[in-house]
T-cell receptor, first 115, second 116 residues
């Protein structure tokens, strides 16, 4: 079983719509979760992080975490063509040791926002 | 903001040669740096964790003798791919954790390695 799973997509939404990206993880003891955006050939950039169950909002982005279901999602409201990228879910897994920042990534979901 | 510089951005080398990649935190001290490898359309795969002044911790399946990591100062970590072969061709990315910044990572711009 893969430790961090995401639908690879591609996910295609029209401009102005809500894009919903999902991620599941295997380690029930994981405490911190991150969403990164990566453009082709570039390094990832952090969009959001979340530690507690529930929703966390930052501008057009909302991260949702459900530890009981081992599920984390990212919603992008009012999607723009510039949001087109690959979105990576990352988890700091407790069973892999407590080193802060030691993240395990999913394969990413490719998002295309068309005008 | 926190800036991580990674050099070179791309390198082409012959099979059997060694390649060194540098990762520098320009405006902060990085107690821990991480090295990742990414194949096309695949995710970032954590290779090793590098702590300043100590030996790197390698992930399972990563050959420590092939991927030499040195973290001699709080602002510099290097990854040397020894005796590179075509299967080592990949995108290598470093990231750094700033002291006191909990788990926020700052990524370098990546190095595309092509081994002929």
């Amino acid at each position: 079983q893969k430790e961090v799973e995401q639908n690879s997509g591609p996910l295609s939404v029209p401009e102005g719509a809500i894009a919903s990206l999902n991620c599941t993880y295997s380690d029930r003891g994981s405490q911190s979760f991150f969403w990164y955006r990566q453009y082709s050939g570039k390094s990832p950039e952090l969009i959001m992080f979340i530690y507690s169950n529930g929703d966390k909002e930052d501008g057009r982005f909302t991260a949702q975490l459900n530890k009981a279901s081992q599920y984390v999602s990212l919603l992008i409201r009012d999607s723009q063509p510039s949001d087109s990228a690959t979105y990576l879910c990352a988890v700091n897994m407790a069973h892999r040791g407590s080193t802060l920042g030691r993240l395990y990534f999913g394969r990413g979901t490719q998002l295309t926002v068309w005008p | 903001g926190a800036v991580v510089s990674q050099h070179p951005s791309w390198v082409i080398c012959k099979s059997g040669t060694s390649v060194k990649i540098e990762c520098r935190s320009l405006d902060f001290q990085a107690t821990t740096m991480f090295w990742y490898r990414q194949f096309p359309k695949q995710s970032l795969m954590l290779m090793a964790t590098s702590n300043e002044g100590s030996k790197a911790t390698y992930e399972q399946g990563v050959e420590k003798d092939k991927f030499l990591i040195n973290h001699a100062s709080l602002t510099l970590s290097t990854l040397t791919v020894t005796s590179a072969h075509p299967e080592d061709s990949s995108f290598y990315i470093c990231s750094a954790r700033r002291q006191g910044a909990y788990e926020k990572l700052f990524f370098g711009s990546g190095t595309q390695l092509s081994v002929l």
